[in-house]
């Protein structure tokens, strides 16, 4: 399974914002199919004894065309959701995207429409700083 390019950077954000890796990847096998989503991890929040969990697909969004790679992402995301439903996982997914993206991309009104339609949660990152700018919502 090949990685995506910004997949270190993504792994180096969440551990620096407290995130323990648990899968890289994290594997599903749901209803006949085999599903990798990029990374696993988890927080402990030690106030609430309690755990998140999240899952996360990591994008480039390096495509010339910005709406194609969308296209591909939003049905991608859309299925890994279902798998994880299925799995009565409590997990919650999240796409990662360079902040690049989100300045260009992310700001047209059809994103901004299709994020609230489709409850994508994202996490936007600086590749270079290899840090995370903003959870999204």
Same mark, same amino acid.
């Given at each position: 399974?090949a990685? %995506?390019?910004f997949?270190?950077s993504v792994?180096?954000?969440?551990?620096k914002d407290?995130w323990?890796i648990?899968h %890289?990847p994290?594997?599903? !096998?749901?209803a006949e199919v #085999?599903i990798?989503i %990029?990374i696993?991890? #988890?927080q402990?929040?030690?106030? *609430?004894?309690d755990?998140n969990k999240?899952? $996360?697909e990591?994008?480039t969004?390096?495509?010339?065309?910005?709406?194609?790679e969308f296209?591909? $992402?939003?049905?991608?995301?859309?299925?890994?959701r279902?798998a994880?439903k299925? *799995?009565?996982?409590?997990?919650?997914?999240?796409?990662a995207?360079?902040?690049t993206?989100w !300045?260009?991309f992310?700001?047209?009104e059809f994103?901004?429409?299709a994020?609230? #339609?489709?409850?994508?949660k994202?996490?936007?990152? %600086?590749v270079s700083? *290899? $840090?995370?700018?903003?959870?999204?919502p």
């Amino acid at each position: 399974m090949a990685k %995506d390019l910004f997949h270190q950077s993504v792994k180096t954000a969440l551990i620096k914002d407290g995130w323990t890796i648990t899968h %890289d990847p994290l594997y599903l !096998n749901i209803a006949e199919v #085999e599903i990798y989503i %990029d990374i696993g991890a #988890e927080q402990l929040f030690a106030a *609430e004894k309690d755990k998140n969990k999240i899952a $996360v697909e990591v994008k480039t969004f390096l495509n010339p065309s910005a709406i194609s790679e969308f296209h591909t $992402v939003l049905g991608q995301c859309l299925n890994y959701r279902l798998a994880l439903k299925l *799995e009565d996982s409590d997990l919650l997914l999240y796409l990662a995207i360079p902040d690049t993206a989100w !300045n260009t991309f992310f700001r047209r009104e059809f994103a901004k429409l299709a994020i609230a #339609e489709y409850q994508l949660k994202l996490i936007i990152f %600086d590749v270079s700083e *290899e $840090v995370i700018v903003q959870w999204y919502p």
